[in-house]
């Protein structure tokens, strides 16, 4: 049996709380888009239809943005999980 070290452990701790902080962070920028969409859409005269497409394309960049960020930072990354 291998045994882990206690760096390792507490690494991949705080890897996971980074990652739900960084979740946290997405969902509630995503509820502020959503609350303010009715008055953006007022001052800006769009209708709903256009504020659900603004808010689909501002999750997809987000997203898209957040996994190209967690590619870069893992040079090592082959492709498998671990």
Do not use: C, N
């Not at 991949?12 to 979740?23: E, G, N």
């Not at 303010?36 to 001052?43: I, K, T, W, Y």
């Not at 808010?55 to 090592?76: C, E, F, S, V």
């Amino acid at each position: 049996m291998r045994k882990i070290s206690h760096v390792k452990i507490h690494r991949k701790w705080a890897a996971l709380a980074l990652l739900a902080a960084t979740q946290f962070v997405l969902i509630l920028d995503l509820t502020i888009i959503s609350v303010a969409s009715p008055s953006m859409g007022l001052d800006l005269g769009l209708s709903q239809q256009e504020l659900s497409w603004m808010t689909t394309a501002y999750a997809l960049a987000l997203g898209l943005l957040r996994q190209r960020a967690a590619r870069r930072r893992d040079p090592h990354h082959d492709g498998r999980a671990s």
